[in-house]
């Protein structure tokens, strides 16, 4: 497990890793039980949410494109009716546009 957590592949920030751990505690308080003697709810929810975590591409980055006509345009042609949704989405962008 050391090997694999020193890997390129997966290469987890610090930080998400503490919030994590902060995040099972809270939300899972008997973590020192083993994982096979939880329900199986709670098992299918713990593999789930820390496969999604170590398969995010944490060192990839992309240029946004903070185009707020065109994400206006994108937005109402493909979602109708959810005008709350889509002015915070652009709410969002223009913020991070600053």
Do not use: C
């Not at 050391?2 to 008997?30: A, C, G, H, M, W």
């Not at 990839?60 to 989405?89: F, Q, S």
Request: no cysteine.
């Amino acid at each position: 497990m050391k090997d694999l957590y020193k890997s390129e592949s997966f290469s987890i920030p610090q930080r998400v890793i503490f919030i994590t751990f902060e995040e099972t505690l809270i939300f899972f308080p008997n973590v020192v039980v083993p994982l096979f003697f939880q329900s199986d709810e709670a098992l299918t929810v713990s593999i789930t949410y820390l496969d999604h975590l170590i398969t995010m591409p944490w060192n990839k980055k992309t240029v946004d494109n903070l185009d707020l006509g065109r994400a206006r345009t994108i937005l109402d042609e493909d979602h109708y009716d959810v005008e709350k949704v889509k002015d915070r989405i652009l709410e969002f962008l223009a913020v991070k546009k600053r």
